[in-house]
């Protein structure tokens, strides 16, 4: 079954953003798009809000295009995937959405 993975998510304070986004691009994005069950991962930043004025709620959006749930679930749980997690877990505090395409044909 797929599935697509969306996480917004703020820097914790400290965390420098030329940190977070060094770690992003060496680590996280190969590391996550490198799983089998994983069709793409793409990471944003926040430009500004559409309508509005202010600053966006999140800073990040992250989008997981997962393949495989199931295959998913044992990929995120290898000592790899924890010890990525764990350091995406130091720089950001997220909330991460399971999503399904809403079919409107039937």
């Known amino acids: 079954m797929a599935a697509r993975i969306i996480a917004l998510f703020n820097l914790k304070p400290g965390v420098s953003v030329a940190d977070y986004e ?4 060496a680590k996280d994005l190969p590391t996550v798009n ?3 069950s994983v069709a793409n991962f793409e990471v944003f930043r926040s430009a500004g809000l559409l309508m509005g004025e202010g600053k966006p709620p ?3 959006v992250e989008i997981i295009d997962v393949a495989d749930m199931d295959k998913f679930g044992a990929d995120v749980s290898t000592p790899g995937m924890q010890a990525i997690a764990a350091e ?8 991460f959405i399971m999503t399904e395409k809403l079919d ?3």
Request: charged share 15%.
């Open 22 to 25: 060094a770690w992003a691009k």
């Open 34 to 36: 490198g799983l089998g």
């Open 58 to 60: 999140y800073e990040y």
């Open 88 to 95: 995406f877990g130091a720089f950001a505090d997220a909330v």
């Open 104 to 106: 409107w044909t039937a």
